[in-house]
């Protein structure tokens, strides 16, 4: 039994490819998922003050967001993806900024 090359590709390799649902619906729910997780999270870590834990979730934010950039980079098929890329990046930051600005709310 061996290893055939031409064997359909896995369903989260399809998941990640934007396959399954579409690259944008599949990389903003990623985005969205996190986002909503970091909120809840950092409200809580804001409202108790404790802000090692908050800081480590902001990097960890920041890098969730370069690992969806960089897959959607992999992944885009459209003619001028460092365009697409752009716009995706900014809203990502401006989001994350909006998101962060949300959570100091339960000082």
């Not at 802000?51 to 003619?79: D, H, I, N, Q």
């Amino acid at each position: 039994m061996g290893t055939d090359s031409s064997a359909s590709p896995s369903a989260f390799a399809r998941l990640i490819s934007g396959q399954t649902f579409g690259l944008a619906q599949t990389y903003w729910t990623f985005y969205l998922l996190w986002a909503a997780m970091f909120f809840v999270a950092g409200s809580l870590l804001v409202a108790e003050r404790n802000w090692p834990p908050y800081v480590a979730l902001l990097a960890v934010t920041v890098g969730w967001s370069f690992v969806l950039l960089t897959l959607v980079k992999r992944y885009y098929v459209g003619s001028d993806p460092g365009k697409a890329l752009g716009r995706i990046g900014m809203l990502f930051l401006l989001l994350n900024l909006t998101n962060a600005l949300a959570t100091f709310s339960f000082i």
